[in-house]
């Protein structure tokens, strides 16, 4: 028996998402933005999945949500358009990150640094958390953008950011969250809180690989980061992907029906299994349970190397990770 352990990577697609979208594969595959019916047979689908996805993170009619082909698109988009808007214009100087955030995050801000952007790497305490007050001991008058995660993809520590989300709007800093890891996994509603970008993968949540999406709030649009046509409104240039966009959709409204059983089942199980792993010695567990998202898990076993590990439990037919898949090829010692 092969078992599956590495979820924050990637999740099955549910068979009820597949089934939606099988249909726009080879039946409905117009290209929505041409002008006959092969076209406009899309569009109800696609109007249907984006209220879904509108619906999913609570998220004003007067807001955007722009279909993107993941969340590293996504975060890339949020942080080079920041530097374009307001660093590069003289504007501001300053972005401010975690030093835990995905690759995405944290790659493109060290590319914004050889590009002349001053970043602040915010520190994680002995629980693997972001302590709010860093934000605002940091905070200046040419900080353009604060981007910090909601929950982290290895420890699963859900992070402040209700509160960082604050201490932003009380210094009139714009604040985007990377919630790939919170959709399905805890509630997420951009109206409870003060966040003007928002970014997520659906194949986080049981959607395809190759489609996610950005939330903008009205008022704080971006520049595109692709230019060509005029899709999504003329912010994300190129052919919609209707089988991602339908699936990632039905994949939401699952994820959010589902949170109930996420939240109370899902987590018994997890909690069950770390304590099996725990009478293990020399193992400890970085992050309180309490404060992390309800499928994760990360566990320390003193004195094995990682790597040689992940080769054993894969002999035995089991999937886990040391680290992000995204800088699974990078051997250097995961930043939590």
């Given at each position: ?6 979820n924050?990577?990637t ?38 999945a984006?209220?879904?996805i ?11 949500v ?10 890339n988009?949020?942080?080079?358009s ?16 975690s ?38 001991d940091?905070?200046?008058d040419?900080?353009?953008?604060v ?13 402040p ?30 109206q ?9 993968s ?17 008022g ?32 939401m ?5 589902s ?5 109370s ?7 069950a ?13 970085v ?31 089991i999937?886990?990770?040391?680290g ?13």
């Open positions: 028996m092969r078992v599956y352990l590495d924050n990577a999740t099955i697609v549910d068979p009820h998402v597949f089934a939606e979208m099988e249909p726009f594969f080879v039946q409905n595959y117009g290209n929505p933005n041409s002008l006959h019916s092969f076209a406009s047979d899309t569009h109800p689908a696609i109007k249907q984006m209220e879904k509108y619906a999913g993170i609570h998220a004003p009619r007067e807001d955007s722009i279909v993107t082909s993941c969340a590293t698109e996504s975060n988009w949020v942080l080079k920041i530097y374009f808007q307001y660093i590069l214009t003289g504007r501001k100087n300053h972005i401010m990150i030093e835990v955030e995905h690759p995405s995050i944290i790659a493109t801000a060290k590319f914004l640094e050889s590009m002349g952007c001053r970043v602040t790497y915010l520190p994680i305490n002995h629980e693997g958390l972001i302590d709010a007050q860093t934000v605002r940091n905070i200046t040419k900080t353009a953008l981007s910090i995660m909601w929950a982290n993809n290895e420890t699963g520590a859900i992070f950011v209700e509160e960082i989300g604050d201490i932003c709007g009380e210094y009139n800093v714009l604040f985007h969250t990377d919630a790939v890891q919170a959709i399905g996994k805890t509630p997420v509603d951009v409870s809180f003060n966040v003007d970008y928002l970014t997520f659906a194949h986080k949540f049981h959607g395809p690989k190759g489609v996610g999406a950005l939330y903008m709030k009205k704080k649009e971006l520049i595109p980061l692709l230019h060509g046509g005029s899709q999504m409104g003329g912010y994300r240039s190129g052919t919609l992907n209707v089988p991602g966009i339908v699936g990632m959709g039905k994949a409204e699952q994820a959010i029906d949170l109930d059983f996420e939240m089942d899902v987590r018994e199980m997890r909690d299994f770390e304590d099996e792993l725990l009478k293990i010695e020399d193992t400890f567990v992050t309180p349970r309490e404060k992390r998202t309800p499928n994760t898990i990360l566990i320390s076993f003193r004195g094995i190397e990682g790597e040689s590990m992940l080769w054993d439990l894969n002999r035995a037919g999937g886990a990770s040391t992000s898949a995204c800088a699974s090829e990078d051997l250097e010692a995961s930043s939590v």
